[in-house]
T-cell receptor
Framework: KQEVTQIPAALSVPEGENLVLNCSFT??????LQWFRQDPGKGLTSLLL?????REQTSGRLNASLDKSSGRSTLYIAASQPGDSATYLC?????????FGAGTILRVKS | DTGVSQNPRHKITKRGQNVTFRCDPI?????LYWYRQTLGQGPEFLTY????????KSRLLSDRFSAERPKGSFSTLEIQRTEQGDSAMYLC?????????????FGAGSRLTVL
């Protein structure tokens, strides 16, 4: 069974701190790995997509890595801001579907 | 194009009633997906269309659930005889074919509350 796990479930940090969110997946036959942001009661906003042949992707203060052999991905957020507060979800792409983790709830305190 | 549009955004219904949600994908996207998200969990795959053909359904999609995409454009998700366990956010997503097939754009979701 394809499962995606995210650690920690929740994280609270002071503004300006660098942080790492972790994602692990059981099935390495992944087509790509995506990180999404979800604000309370809202839909999903795509942040970064890493193809299975890639090791990392960067967008602004965000950097995501992918290690298929170990079944892990990380999302690094530099110089966190209160506006980064949201739930961050990772999802593995398998065939025609995405398998999501339960998310990490991030709170950045000002 | 304003992205993926879902209606209604919120629906409150009594147990046993039928509800229908509509999704309008990005116009040039031929792939359309439905996901369900319960509180504190990630979205779970329900079903997938390529044009008007429903190509994959999750076991989560019980016989009370039916999804259609009659002309390969908008899609509807109907839940018959709703139960309290159906309370969730129903998310629609679309993607283009070819190399972009796995790059999904999600709508804002339709939240269902069954009393």
């Amino acid at each position: 069974k394809q499962e995606v796990t995210q650690i920690p479930a929740a994280l609270s940090v002071p503004e300006g701190e660098n942080l790492v969110l972790n994602c692990s997946f059981t099935d390495s036959a992944i087509y790509n790995l995506q990180w999404f942001r979800q604000d309370p009661g809202k839909g999903l906003t795509s942040l970064l997509l890493i193809q299975s042949s890639q090791r990392e992707q960067t967008s602004g203060r965000l950097n995501a890595s992918l290690d298929k052999s170990s079944g892990r991905s990380t999302l690094y957020i530099a110089a966190s801001q209160p506006g980064d507060s949201a739930t961050y979800l990772c999802a593995g792409s398998y065939g025609n579907k995405l398998v999501f983790g339960a998310g990490t709830i991030l709170r950045v305190k000002s | 194009d304003t992205g993926v549009s879902q209606n209604p955004r919120h629906k409150i219904t009594k147990r046993g009633q039928n509800v229908t949600f509509r999704c309008d994908p990005i116009s040039e996207h031929n792939r359309l997906y439905w996901y369900r998200q319960t509180l504190g969990q990630g979205p779970e795959f329900l079903t997938y269309f390529q044009n008007e053909a429903q190509l994959e359904k999750s076991r989560l999609l019980s016989d009370r659930f039916s999804a259609e995409r009659p002309k390969g454009s908008f899609s509807t998700l109907e839940i018959q005889r709703t139960e309290q366990g159906d309370s969730a956010m129903y998310l629609c997503a679309s993607s283009p074919g070819g190399s972009g097939a796995n790059v999904l754009t999600f709508g804002a979701g339709s939240r269902l509350t069954v009393l």
